[in-house]
């Protein structure tokens, strides 16, 4: 796991201003050129009508993983934008920490593709996956 | 907007179990067979680093709406579940209330395809488009 | 139908340009700002194993359509590229031709967000739905 | 590359049958269980306006990788359709020979969830990505 660096402290910078990251609990695991690693611990306040962890939780994480491993292959002046994304949700999300793994396909001039694969607790079992597509803007 | 009758019920209920839902503000707007809308307003903790809404709020939102547009179509004894969705964030979601309008393509007895219109609230600008493939599932 | 006029033109010099188009037997219907139609008719050079019309022509076909709806926005020294699209295919392609609308959602000054409704020969019976995002191009 | 046995009859038997992958010179390349490997030659005939492999092209070769990889952990009287897919095109398709390589993410009861990686002839620059959802039917 890489938590510190200056790729990371950008990518940590950026993350802390995220509200809604901090209200489902997000945390930021892992950060490097074209992949970055964020997590989520099961929470009641997460769940829906059968007490899984909500496909929206699951969603936001993996788009989350996405933008970031995007981020990390942009200049220093650039912010990330999702464009859009398509997930399939595999396997229900019984899981105490849902991990999401992010990483870039392609870093193009204006527009990144990438990745990401969303797992169980133990790395093993896929709950879901990710392709998207992130576009470069200038910081507002 | 309708807001009450039988079919509203079952969505309802449901709604009500969904623990994100509460946590997001979302609301149930109108249920009909085969067209559900929801609405959250724009709350500080549901923001990114720029402090618009999160993809991730419009992408719950967007869901919701799908599902319980499919649910509408199915029997009473069966639950809806996404298998997989695609969303187009195509504006920023700057707008004190989002609506998410759900509605059935064509209701197959193993699968249901729907898609949602994501809107602010004048309901004129379109935020987002998700295209969205549910399954139906027996009550566990 | 609209089959002539500047805009019909621009579209058509290009659509002739497309030797794939010209194999599967695609047809320009109708064009104006913001929605293209195209069609192609059933042929057994065009089916899969069960004799149904192949998917990837279904698609073509509509990406087609979200393509030259997307052009018809942009200025007339730009030339559009598909960055992706997700189609569902709604129902079995049991038609004697195959019509697909593409409209545009959003032109934006860099991408522009599309979306297409293939349908079988009555114009009533909704074969797939696409939703899609194009990226504005210097021509080469 | 795995080009006979049980499990590559049992594709081959079907890819022969498909008369649109006839028309644009699809091959069978490798067939395993979980994963099937398809190519595609360059011919003027499957060009778009550029003179660039078109777009559908592309797509029906990653639809195909992804049907057949998934059909591959069915049961014998059992047949796939696709129900959706969504796919990056990533680079511009300048290469000889298009290589699609597909495999099943999570085969279920009901559905199967691919993926698709497509190459130029190097099999190292990845011209386009899919994600699939199959549905498993019984041969008619």
Chains 1, 2, 3, 4 share one sequence.
Do not use: W
């Not at 997460?46 to 989350?64: E, F, I, K, M, P």
């Not at 899981?95 to 870039?104: D, E, F, H, R, S």
């Amino acid at each position: 796991m890489i938590t510190s660096g200056k790729i990371y402290d950008r990518i940590f910078n950026s993350f802390q201003k995220q509200n809604f990251l901090k209200l489902i609990g997000a945390e930021l695991e892992h950060v490097e050129k074209g992949k970055v690693i964020v997590s989520c611990k099961r929470q009641d306040s997460l769940t829906q009508q059968q007490g899984l962890l909500h496909g929206g939780v699951v969603t936001s994480l993996a788009d989350v993983s996405c933008g970031y491993s995007a981020l990390t292959t942009m200049p220093d002046d650039r912010e990330v934008l999702t464009v859009e994304f398509k997930i399939n949700l595999i396997r229900p999300a019984v899981t105490n920490k849902l991990i999401a793994t992010g990483q870039v396909i392609k870093a193009g001039k204006t527009l990144v593709s990438a990745e990401s694969t969303v797992t169980d607790e133990s790395g093993e079992k896929i709950i879901a996956k990710m392709l998207a597509t992130m576009i470069i803007s200038p910081i507002k």
